[in-house]
């Protein structure tokens, strides 16, 4: 069972942020790249190993195969 620890780093807190507005302003996350680009991160990966760190944690889930079909738990 996942549990969500009860402090994220500041960069999974602008990854959490960056993915609420996104949901709010159109309905659906943005992609890895545009998150990357949102938040400063050049490579792909990086935002990828962020996104897996908060999916492990409980604080979002994908419904599909892509990151932008995520939502988040709280």
Request: with cysteine; proline share 3%; net charge positive.
């Amino acid at each position: 069972m996942n549990r969500r620890p009860e402090h994220f780093t500041v960069r999974e807190e602008q990854v959490l942020s960056q993915i609420r507005r996104s949901i709010l302003d159109r309905g659906e996350a943005l992609s890895v790249r545009e998150l990357g680009a949102a938040l400063g991160l050049r490579s792909p990966a990086s935002v990828v190993y962020h996104l897996r760190n908060l999916e492990r944690s409980g604080a979002l889930v994908r419904d599909g195969r892509n990151w932008n079909t995520c939502r988040l738990t709280r």
